[in-house]
């Protein structure tokens, strides 16, 4: 693959569409569709050079043994979703205060520890350049409706049994799906 070119299309709020035009291996030139955070991307480094637009929260309750989830109604499919609480950084934070503050907005909860960090990541690399970064960690409290009037989400604590029930019938974003698979295998 050869990079030529990159224009921007159209902005909105949130997101921005870009083209994106290379060389095929076989000489051929293509333009893919994608989408951005980055409002200005003017570069191929640009594409991928830039700091993580969001942060993940994989979190369980306080004695390890429930997982954290939301189930949030996603107008992209249509319907209920099960995911972890994430959200976008906002400018002047860092990922610690982000997760904080996304937890207790999407959940009422607070972060009580942080046990890891997992290095960034794409939310989806097949149309986007969104990076996250994911905090695992503890928190408690009692759980509260998003404060959100923009997101309709239902958080809850589930046990592994649980999981492993849900697995078999809901929707799932695909990073949830796969981590819970493997944090609820016996």
């Given at each position: 693959?050869?990079?030529?070119?990159?224009?921007?299309?159209?902005?909105?709020?949130?997101?921005?569409?870009?083209?994106?035009?290379?060389?095929?291996?076989?000489?051929?030139?293509?333009?893919?569709?994608?989408?951005?955070?980055?409002k200005d991307i003017d570069s191929f480094e640009r594409l991928h050079d830039r700091k993580p637009d969001?942060?993940?929260?994989?979190?369980?309750?306080?004695s390890g043994d429930r997982i954290l989830l939301n189930k949030e109604f996603r107008l992209a499919p249509?319907?209920?979703?099960?995911?972890?609480?994430?959200?976008?950084?906002?400018?002047?934070?860092?990922?610690?205060?982000?997760?904080?503050?996304?937890?207790?907005?999407?959940?009422?909860?607070?972060?009580?520890?942080?046990?890891?960090?997992?290095?960034?990541?794409?939310?989806?690399?097949?149309?986007?350049?969104?990076?996250?970064?994911?905090?695992?960690?503890?928190?408690?409290?009692?759980?509260?409706?998003?404060?959100?009037?923009?997101?309709?989400?239902?958080?809850?604590?589930?046990?592994?049994?649980?999981?492993?029930?849900?697995?078999?019938?809901?929707?799932?974003?695909?990073?949830?799906?796969?981590?819970?698979?493997?944090?609820?295998?016996?």
């Open positions: 693959m050869e990079f030529k070119s990159l224009e921007k299309k159209e902005a909105g709020k949130f997101i921005t569409r870009y083209d994106i035009t290379y060389k095929t291996a076989d000489g051929h030139d293509k333009v893919y569709e994608m989408i951005s955070r980055d969001a942060v993940v929260m994989i979190m369980t309750d306080e249509g319907e209920w979703v099960y995911n972890f609480p994430a959200g976008l950084i906002d400018p002047g934070e860092d990922i610690y205060m982000a997760a904080e503050r996304e937890l207790r907005e999407e959940t009422g909860l607070k972060l009580i520890s942080v046990d890891d960090t997992i290095g960034e990541s794409y939310s989806a690399v097949g149309f986007s350049n969104e990076k996250n970064v994911c905090v695992v960690g503890r928190c408690s409290g009692e759980i509260m409706q998003s404060d959100s009037v923009f997101e309709e989400i239902e958080a809850a604590f589930y046990t592994k049994a649980e999981v492993r029930e849900l697995l078999k019938t809901a929707r799932f974003a695909a990073r949830t799906q796969a981590y819970c698979y493997l944090w609820c295998k016996e």
